[in-house]
Each structure stands twice: as structure tokens, then as C-alpha cells.
């Protein structure tokens, strides 16, 4: 079985401020493991997405996320935060022979000028 | 990367009615689609999984005869949504697989308010 944890449904960062999102990850095979971001009425924009290569990854916008085993854990981070970055993030899971995407429950970042 | 449209963009519709929402893979052939289903403030929710030729794939508790999807050819998926009701009212998100990439790629969805 697979599945990920958001922890914090919200996140508040200053304008310039260091970004971090949480995801933690359950899965019993190797993992593929994914960040999406959503806009207000709009579907959801592929980030980044770790599928067993490099373990940091770096993504659009100035994001990245690190793949941590040990921590069953792949954190989004984004070193400045800006005005448009706010949005909603969703971490997602999936295997490399499942059709089948869990996404997590989501965290709405804010930034506060 | 993979380009996915949905059409239309928004719905309003009266109850009782039918509603068919389009989707379609502008890059790649695509022998599965997705279709998922959002509440506001909540994450997505997978409905079923369109296979290109054959019967779609239904989540527990998704109902078949009320959601139909027809995948009649390798670019484009739709989902009916039969004798739609209020509670139906909902952010409707379709997705491509790419399987070379391993990724998935959302359409923009589809705004759907039943009266």
C-alpha cells in the first residue's frame, strides 16, 4: 500500500523567506515520488518528481526536494519565497508499475509581503 | 512536457440534466487517462481510469451508470455525468499518463455547478 502524509494543511512565509513544505511517504515498493502545484481554478502543474535517480531534485520556479529513505520523507523547499509562489502544493506517490497516484491532502502556502 | 485540455472549463446546469466533459491528450497518445474529482479545500480523488478501447476502471463507491467514460480513441477520454444533482457540483481534473516519463500531466479541469 502507498500513501503520503502533508503535514500542515497551511503554511504562512514572509515574502523572501525560506519555503518548506512537508510530505512523508508510505509505500512497499520503491517509491516514485512527486510535487504538483495548483492554482486557484486550475489543475495541477508538475513541480518536480523523484524516480529513483538523482536523490535531489530540483524543479520549476526555483524549487527543489530531497529524497530521504531513512526518513521516508521528500520535503519541497524553496530557498526565497515570492508573491506568485502562493498556491496549493500536493506531494504524490506512485510505483513504477502502478498506474495509480495518492496524493496527499495538500498545504496551502501563503506569502506575506 | 505532456499538454492535456479539458473542455468546457466550467458547466452550469440545471438537475436532472447530463453533462459531458472532453478530455484531451494534445502530445502523445495516450492509452490511459484518469479521472479524478475535487472538493474545495480537499485533495484530488480518483474516480476511475479510462483504458482506450475497453471498459473504464471504477474506484469503490464511484457509480459507473452515474459517471460514464467513454476512451474511443487514443487522444481523447469523456466522462458524462448522468442526471446530475447538486452534490455532484464539484471540480472535475483529468490526467494523462506518460509512461517514457513516468509522470502524470492534469488537464485544466472543469468546473462543474449543478442548480
Known amino acids: 500500500a502507498q500513501s503520503v502524509t502533508q503535514l500542515g494543511s497551511h503554511v504562512s512565509v514572509s515574502e523572501g523567506a525560506l519555503v518548506l513544505l512537508r510530505c512523508n511517504y508510505s509505500?512497499?515498493?520503491?517509491?516514485?515520488l512527486f510535487w504538483y502545484v495548483q492554482y486557484p481554478n486550475q489543475g495541477l502543474q508538475l513541480l518536480l518528481k523523484?524516480?529513483?535517480?538523482?536523490?535531489l531534485v530540483k524543479g520549476i520556479n526555483g524549487f527543489e526536494a530531497e529524497f530521504k529513505k531513512s526518513e521516508t520523507s521528500f520535503h519541497l523547499t524553496k530557498p526565497s519565497a515570492h508573491m506568485s509562489d502562493a498556491a496549493e502544493y500536493f506531494c504524490a506517490v506512485t510505483s513504477n508499475t502502478g498506474n495509480q497516484f495518492y496524493f496527499g491532502t495538500g498545504t496551502s502556502l501563503t506569502v506575506i509581503p | 512536457g505532456a499538454v492535456v485540455s479539458q473542455h468546457p472549463s466550467w458547466v452550469i446546469c440545471k438537475s436532472g440534466t447530463s453533462v459531458k466533459i472532453e478530455c484531451r491528450s494534445l502530445d502523445f497518445q495516450a492509452t490511459t487517462m484518469f479521472w479524478y474529482r475535487q472538493f474545495p479545500k480537499q485533495s484530488l480523488m480518483l474516480m476511475a481510469t479510462s483504458n482506450e478501447g475497453s471498459k473504464a476502471t471504477y474506484e469503490q463507491g464511484v457509480e459507473k451508470d452515474k459517471f460514464l467514460i467513454n476512451h474511443a480513441s487514443l487522444t481523447l477520454s469523456t466522462l458524462t455525468v448522468t442526471s446530475a444533482h447538486p452534490e455532484d457540483s464539484s471540480f472535475y481534473i483529468c490526467s494523462v499518463r506518460d509512461r517514457r516519463q513516468e509522470t502524470q500531466y492534469f488537464g485544466p479541469g472543469t468546473r462543474l455547478l449543478v442548480l
Open positions: 509505500s512497499s515498493v520503491p517509491p516514485y
Open positions: 523523484y524516480t529513483s535517480a538523482a536523490t
